[in-house]
C-alpha cells in the first residue's frame, strides 16, 4: 500500500521534468517551433480546409479576375476570379496524400528489401543490391516520368511512380543498419538461446535497424512533396480544374510578367512547408544520432 503511494508521485515528478525539459529545448529552438507550427497548419488545409477558408475552390466570379493579394483574397485571384488561398488550402489535400502514400511505397518496399538483402546476404543480397545499382543511377524525377508515363496521368499514379524511385535509398540505407545489427553479440547470443532466425529478424534486427531508416523517411517527406508537385507542374497530376499545387504554379506562368502572384503565392505555401518539414527532419536526426 505504502509503495503505490510512493511510486505514482515519484513517476508524475519524472514526467512533469521530462515535460519542463523538452520545453526548454523548444524554447531555444524557435525556428523548430515555427516548423511544427507549418506542418500542423498544413495538415490541418488537407484535413479540414473548410475551417481555413470560405471561398470555393472551383467556384469564381469572372469580375475580379487577376485580382492581387488583398484583405479579402490572401493570395489574390487568378484569370477566373477563384480566389488562390482557397485553392492552395485545398490543393494540400491532394499533394499531401500523394506524398504520405509515395513515403510509405518506398519505406515499405525498401525497407523490406534491405532487411532480405542484408539478412539474407549471398545471392539474394548481390541481386538486391545490382536492382537498387540500376535505380540510383536513373535521376529519381526522370525515373518518376517513365513510370507515370506507363500508369497514366493522375495523382495517385504520381504517389506510386515518386514511390518507386525513392525505394532505392531506403533499401540501402536498411541493408547497411541490418548489416551492423547482425553483426552485434546479442544477436550471436540469441542464436546461442536457440532463436530462430524469424525471431532473430523480428524480435532483435527490425527494432534496431528500423529506427535510421524512419528518420530517412522523415527527411524524404519534403522531397517527395517538391517531386509531386515538379510532376504536377509538368502536367502528368490531376488535371484542372482541381487544386494541386504544382500545377497552380503552373496555371500563373503564362502571366508571371503581369500577375507574379498568381504562381508565387501558391509557390511561397510549397516551399515554406517543403523547408518546414526538412527543418523537422534534421532535428530528428540529430536526436537519433544521440
Wanted: charged share 10%.
Amino acid at each position: 500500500m505504502t509503495a503505490q503511494i510512493t511510486t505514482h508521485p515519484v513517476g508524475a515528478a519524472a514526467l512533469r521534468h521530462r515535460v519542463a525539459e523538452r520545453a526548454r529545448e523548444l524554447s531555444r529552438q524557435p525556428f523548430l517551433v515555427l516548423a511544427w507550427l507549418v506542418v500542423l497548419i498544413a495538415i490541418g488545409w488537407a484535413v479540414a480546409p473548410h475551417l481555413f477558408t470560405g471561398y470555393s475552390p472551383y467556384e469564381g466570379n469572372p469580375d475580379a479576375s487577376f485580382l492581387a493579394p488583398n484583405a479579402q483574397h490572401w493570395f489574390g485571384t487568378d484569370r477566373l476570379g477563384r480566389d488562390l488561398f482557397a485553392r492552395s488550402v485545398y490543393g494540400a489535400r491532394a499533394t499531401l496524400t500523394a506524398t504520405l502514400l509515395a513515403v510509405a511505397i518506398a519505406f515499405g518496399v525498401g525497407t523490406l528489401l534491405g532487411l532480405l538483402a542484408g539478412f539474407a546476404g549471398g545471392v539474394v543480397d548481390t541481386a538486391a543490391m545490382c536492382m537498387v545499382d540500376v535505380f540510383l543511377a536513373i535521376p529519381g524525377l526522370l525515373l518518376a516520368m517513365v513510370i507515370v508515363s506507363v500508369l497514366g496521368y493522375s495523382t495517385d499514379n504520381i504517389a506510386i511512380a515518386v514511390g518507386i524511385s525513392s525505394i532505392a535509398a531506403f533499401a540501402r540505407v536498411m541493408r547497411a543498419e541490418v548489416l551492423t545489427v547482425v553483426a552485434r553479440d546479442y544477436v550471436h547470443a540469441a542464436y546461442g538461446l536457440g532463436v530462430g532466425r524469424l525471431g532473430v529478424v523480428l524480435r532483435h534486427v527490425v527494432p534496431n535497424a528500423v529506427s535510421s531508416v524512419l528518420a530517412l523517411a522523415a527527411l524524404e517527406v519534403g522531397s517527395a512533396i517538391l517531386a509531386i508537385a515538379g510532376l504536377g507542374f509538368l502536367g502528368y497530376g490531376a488535371p484542372p480544374p482541381q487544386p494541386e499545387w504544382g500545377l497552380l504554379v503552373a496555371e500563373g506562368r503564362d502571366v508571371v510578367a503581369t500577375h507574379p502572384w498568381v504562381s508565387i503565392m501558391p509557390g511561397a505555401a510549397l516551399a515554406i512547408v517543403v523547408i518546414a518539414t526538412h527543418r523537422i527532419s534534421v532535428s530528428l536526426r540529430k536526436e537519433h544520432g544521440r
